[in-house]
């Protein structure tokens, strides 16, 4: 064991499994650092031999576990491999120099205030705890479970209500698209709207999957099991939205092949067909700000099933099978009817009244006789 000093605080340094542990005692007591070095080497003893077979899994740093972890996740979930990574980099960031032993329940939930502190969603904190409990393995199940008991495991997060935009919302969006720079967006968003194409599939969309001879589309992997390999016919609307981004895409790289992207890397304009672009995030935006209008990429979808269901030329499993569902609650979860709709619907049951006005509703409760 070494003591030393930087400044006017005392440093301990010593030898553990063959790491060197070096650390300030935050004290300009000499005393207090020899004491701060026992407790810390009680500590790395304790937790060293807390699971004999996996002593030196233990004393690896959160960064290291980190490092391990996303090797094999993107081998084994390529697909969401970049979302994980993400999570990861924010909690090493908070806590990758800290030995695993050395997180535990009140780690956790530090952790949390530290990122809410920093204006994370408490959805975003969820998922970063999520996988820094994985990273722990058996270690991490432990402080699960007392989380739990004390209901801290996960923070409340705000309800998100989904909203299907408005027949003038769509059309000031598509015009908006029209007039990006970004040559992906309008077929992009229109692919939203009149198909119901999530964000992911359609970053992963390949040409060997659009027939544009025949006006269908066949989703590649996606996010749920009845999602994938799905397929959606083209309207007269979508496909001129195809043919018109085919015809840029020829003129752009010469020819279109079978794996490559429908939508390619490259910013602020595609570069490699090879690769599918990462976001639509920035243009989106734009969008929105020129529309007018306010909701999130995903309400293009809850727009899609909503028009579906209002139609009433759709049955739930002709829905289903668009969207990709398989549930009744799903369906339910996303078709939201907008006001005017039920609203015409109820008024369809007055009597001497139109559907949709307030004429004919009775002012007062009729009186019960007995």
């Known amino acids: 064991m070494a003591l030393f000093k930087r400044g006017d605080v005392w440093w301990y340094e010593f030898i553990f499994a063959g790491r060197r ?9 000499k005393t207090i650092a020899t004491e701060a070095e026992k407790k ?15 002593r030196a899994q233990r004393i690896r740093t959160i960064q290291e576990l980190s490092n391990e972890f996303l090797e094999d996740y993107k081998l084994r979930h390529p697909q969401s491999a970049t979302f994980a990574s993400y999570a990861l ?13 050395d997180i535990n329940e009140e780690a956790v939930k530090q952790y949390q205030m530290t990122r809410l502190k920093a204006k994370a969603s408490p959805k975003s904190i969820n998922e970063e705890v999520g996988f820094l ?39 000031a969006m598509l015009a908006a698209a029209k007039k990006r720079r970004s040559p992906a967006i309008y077929p992009a968003l229109m692919l939203a709207l009149h198909a119901g194409v999530r964000d992911a599939e359609l970053r992963g969309l390949q040409w060997d999957r659009v027939d544009l001879e ?3 589309l066949t989703v590649g992997k996606s996010k749920t099991e009845a999602g994938e390999g799905r ?5 007269g609307d979508l496909l001129k939205a195809l043919k018109d981004h085919a015809a840029w895409y020829l003129d752009k790289f010469g020819e279109t092949r079978g794996e490559w992207f429908v939508f390619p890397f490259g910013k ?33 979808r809850h727009t899609f099933i909503t028009d579906l269901a209002e139609s009433g030329k759709a049955s739930d499993e002709t829905i289903r099978d668009l969207a ?15 006001m005017a709709a039920k609203r015409e619907a109820v008024g369809a049951l007055m009597v001497g009244g139109n559907p949709g006005s307030s004429v004919g509703v009775p002012t007062n409760s009729p009186t019960v006789v007995n």
């Open 21 to 29: 542990i070096r650390e300030s005692s935050k004290s300009t007591r």
């Open 268 to 300: 602020p304009q595609p570069t490699d067909p090879t690769r599918g672009t990462t976001t639509f995030k920035t243009v989106w935006a734009g969008v929105k700000k020129d529309a007018g209008v306010t909701g999130r990429w995903h309400d293009n």
């Open 231 to 235: 397929t959606i016919p083209l309207n």
């Open 40 to 54: 810390h080497r009680l500590e790395l003893e304790k937790g060293f031999n807390g699971i004999e077979d996996k």
């Open 214 to 216: 025949r006006a269908f």
């Open 133 to 171: 409990l994985r990273l722990l393995d058996e270690q991490g199940d432990f402080i699960r479970v007392r989380l739990k008991k004390q209901n801290a495991l996960k923070l409340k997060q705000s309800r998100q209500i989904a909203k299907a935009f408005t027949p003038e919302d769509k059309a």
């Open 89 to 101: 980099q924010h909690v090493c960031k908070v806590l990758g120099r800290r030995e695993s032993f």
């Open 324 to 338: 990709g569902h398989v549930s009744k609650e799903m369906l339910k979860h996303y078709s939201h009817i907008r």
